[in-house]
């Protein structure tokens, strides 16, 4: 068997001391790479001024080597904050009125990535089997082929795949499909991306179904699936009983007093649906006096890509948002929206989540949404909460016990968030068991084993 190569933007170096910190894709992704020894290669996270960056960084740890690229400012400004999260991210996420169109950006993107396959393809050996991770890196396989890499080569994308008609608004829309067909197996979340991903080859002739999920494209032949990925369900559960004892974890639960948590846990992006929700949490306490004063909604969201305008903008808007409904609700000993703008730890997350009675995960896309699965692992089993879930969300094609809702529609999701603080504890055990027991099935671990196997398997390319 040959080595895995691991590539995608970030790279999550484990800190000296062990991956306390570590999320579940990145100890799934390690556990791959440390059974077969390999490589795991992306963006330093650093950059090099307009200077030729520096060589390769190398950092060994066991079998597993860590190759770590600097990029220069242009190279950031065009290839990750400019075509990656201001032209893929939010066209994946179906927000064509978001998209900043701009030659010089797609032009950087293309280049970074044919400096990644610069910079990978001297690593690479020719048994060695090549995963590139996500939106960042299409172009990745077609420029190592065009270096004349014959490795079997598979694709991730961990967002959404729109459909047709949204793709297209996308100037070099051709480009991207194009760069997927150089890859033996291209994976997504849901059969909803893979159904869009064929419906943008039927729709203007570019490819078809050629049976048993492959497509043909281009004159190439590769594989296409779905795998959504799942958490190490198993290890969540337990930190979170765990994480009761944990001190952050009390003090929380003390300041609670009798009052029902409810939680929401995002990265700061349009995509998650956070004005939306609380919108929705207003309307919820405006219709039930009867919990005015008795429930806490506690919305932990980190900073995200802040120097991309759009998401700066959502940061004062969402700040103003939550002290708006505050000044509007809150009584001289009630604040009813907690709102933290910075990053929890994830033992603690575990804990809060557990302390949740509802668990309100509300995108308007998302490729899968892991925060949704976390918080039914983190549960109680004898006294488990409610998620309320998006329909949007990857994860609801797999969470059909959650308590689905359209995040657009207000009223909806208050009415969810009504009916999870009221719903039996009987109702609650029985949905929070099925859901646990797909989530055990279908953890991290099983996603990563079985892309690797169909990797494998499939036939390799043949230009
Ligand atoms: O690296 P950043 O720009 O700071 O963004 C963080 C990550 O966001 C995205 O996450 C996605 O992957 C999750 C796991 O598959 C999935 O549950 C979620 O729905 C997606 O939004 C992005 O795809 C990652 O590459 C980023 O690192
Ligand atoms: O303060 C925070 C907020 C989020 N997360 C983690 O970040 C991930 C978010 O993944 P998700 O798939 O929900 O969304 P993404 O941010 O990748 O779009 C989850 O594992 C969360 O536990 C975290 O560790 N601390």
């Given at each position: 068997?040959?080595?895995?190569?691991?590539?995608?933007?970030?790279?999550?170096?484990p800190?000296?001391g062990?991956?306390?910190?570590a999320g579940?894709?990145?100890v799934?992704?390690?556990?791959a790479l440390e059974?077969?020894g390999?490589?795991w290669?992306?963006?330093?996270g650093k950059t090099?001024?307009e200077?030729e960056?520096?060589?390769?960084?190398h950092?060994?740890?066991g079998n597993?080597?860590?190759?770590?690229t600097?990029l220069t400012?242009t190279?950031?400004?065009e290839y990750?904050?400019?075509f990656?999260?201001r032209?893929?991210?939010p066209i994946?996420?179906?927000?064509?009125d978001?998209?900043e169109?701009?030659?010089?950006?797609m032009a950087g993107y293309?280049?970074?990535?044919?400096?990644?396959a610069?910079?990978l393809a001297?690593?690479i050996k020719?048994d060695?089997?090549v995963?590139?991770?996500?939106?960042h890196?299409?172009?990745?396989a077609?420029?190592?082929?065009?270096?004349?890499?014959?490795?079997?080569?598979?694709?991730?994308l961990h967002?959404?795949?729109p459909?047709?008609?949204?793709l297209?608004?996308?100037?070099v829309?051709?480009?991207?499909?194009?760069?997927?067909?150089y890859?033996d197996?291209?994976?997504?979340?849901?059969?909803h991306?893979?159904?869009?991903?064929?419906?943008c080859l039927?729709r203007?002739?570019?490819?078809?179904?050629?049976?048993?999920?492959?497509f043909s494209?281009?004159?190439r032949?590769?594989k296409?699936?779905t795998?959504?990925?799942?958490?190490?369900?198993a290890?969540f559960a337990?930190?979170?009983k765990?994480?009761?004892?944990?001190?952050?974890?009390?003090?929380?639960r003390e300041s609670l007093?009798?009052r029902s948590l409810?939680i929401?846990?995002?990265?700061?992006?349009y995509?998650?649906g956070i004005?939306?929700?609380i919108?929705?949490?207003?309307?919820?306490?405006?219709?039930?006096p009867?919990h005015?004063?008795?429930?806490?909604?506690?919305?932990?969201t980190?900073?995200s890509r802040?120097?991309?305008?759009?998401?700066e903008?959502?940061?004062?808007?969402?700040?103003?948002?939550?002290g708006?409904?505050?000044g509007a609700?809150?009584?001289?000993?009630?604040?009813p929206?907690r709102?933290v703008n910075?990053?929890?730890?994830?033992h603690i997350?575990?804990?809060?989540?557990?302390?949740?009675?509802v668990?309100?995960?509300?995108p308007l896309?998302?490729?899968m949404n892991l925060?949704a699965?976390?918080?039914?692992?983190?549960q109680?089993?004898e006294?488990?909460?409610v998620?309320v879930?998006?329909?949007?969300?990857g994860?609801?094609?797999e969470l059909k016990?959650?308590?689905?809702?359209?995040?657009?529609d207000?009223?909806?999701?208050?009415?969810?968030?009504?009916r999870a603080?009221s719903m039996?504890?009987?109702?609650?055990?029985?949905?929070?068991?099925?859901?646990?027991d797909?989530?055990l099935e279908?953890d991290?671990?099983s996603?990563?084993?079985?892309?690797l196997?169909?990797?494998t398997?499939?036939p390799?390319?043949?230009?």
């Amino acid at each position: 068997m040959g080595r895995l190569v691991i590539v995608s933007n970030r790279v999550p170096v484990p800190e000296k001391g062990g991956a306390a910190g570590a999320g579940g894709l990145a100890v799934a992704l390690k556990a791959a790479l440390e059974d077969r020894g390999g490589i795991w290669m992306g963006w330093s996270g650093k950059t090099s001024g307009e200077d030729e960056p520096q060589p390769l960084s190398h950092q060994q740890q066991g079998n597993i080597t860590y190759a770590l690229t600097d990029l220069t400012d242009t190279d950031v400004e065009e290839y990750y904050r400019g075509f990656a999260n201001r032209v893929l991210w939010p066209i994946c996420h179906y927000r064509l009125d978001l998209a900043e169109y701009g030659r010089k950006e797609m032009a950087g993107y293309f280049r970074v990535n044919r400096f990644f396959a610069h910079r990978l393809a001297p690593l690479i050996k020719p048994d060695d089997v090549v995963w590139v991770h996500d939106y960042h890196l299409i172009p990745l396989a077609a420029e190592l082929r065009a270096m004349g890499l014959k490795n079997r080569i598979g694709f991730f994308l961990h967002i959404p795949w729109p459909p047709a008609d949204v793709l297209f608004t996308m100037p070099v829309h051709e480009e991207i499909v194009r760069s997927l067909s150089y890859y033996d197996l291209v994976g997504f979340q849901t059969d909803h991306d893979l159904e869009n991903f064929a419906g943008c080859l039927r729709r203007e002739g570019i490819g078809y179904e050629v049976g048993q999920g492959r497509f043909s494209a281009y004159g190439r032949i590769f594989k296409g699936g779905t795998y959504a990925i799942g958490i190490e369900t198993a290890a969540f559960a337990n930190f979170a009983k765990k994480a009761s004892a944990n001190k952050t974890v009390r003090r929380a639960r003390e300041s609670l007093q009798d009052r029902s948590l409810i939680i929401g846990v995002d990265r700061l992006d349009y995509s998650k649906g956070i004005t939306q929700r609380i919108d929705a949490f207003e309307r919820f306490v405006l219709a039930n006096p009867a919990h005015q004063g008795h429930v806490t909604y506690l919305q932990i969201t980190p900073k995200s890509r802040s120097e991309v305008p759009e998401y700066e903008a959502m940061q004062s808007m969402v700040a103003e948002q939550a002290g708006r409904v505050n000044g509007a609700l809150g009584t001289v000993d009630w604040v009813p929206i907690r709102y933290v703008n910075r990053s929890v730890g994830r033992h603690i997350l575990a804990g809060l989540y557990r302390l949740g009675k509802v668990g309100l995960v509300t995108p308007l896309r998302d490729g899968m949404n892991l925060v949704a699965k976390e918080y039914v692992a983190a549960q109680d089993p004898e006294d488990p909460g409610v998620l309320v879930l998006s329909r949007f969300a990857g994860a609801a094609r797999e969470l059909k016990q959650a308590l689905l809702v359209n995040p657009y529609d207000i009223e909806g999701t208050a009415n969810a968030i009504a009916r999870a603080l009221s719903m039996p504890l009987e109702e609650r055990q029985e949905r929070w068991k099925t859901m646990i027991d797909q989530l055990l099935e279908h953890d991290v671990s099983s996603w990563c084993r079985v892309f690797l196997e169909d990797l494998t398997a499939s036939p390799v390319q043949t230009c």
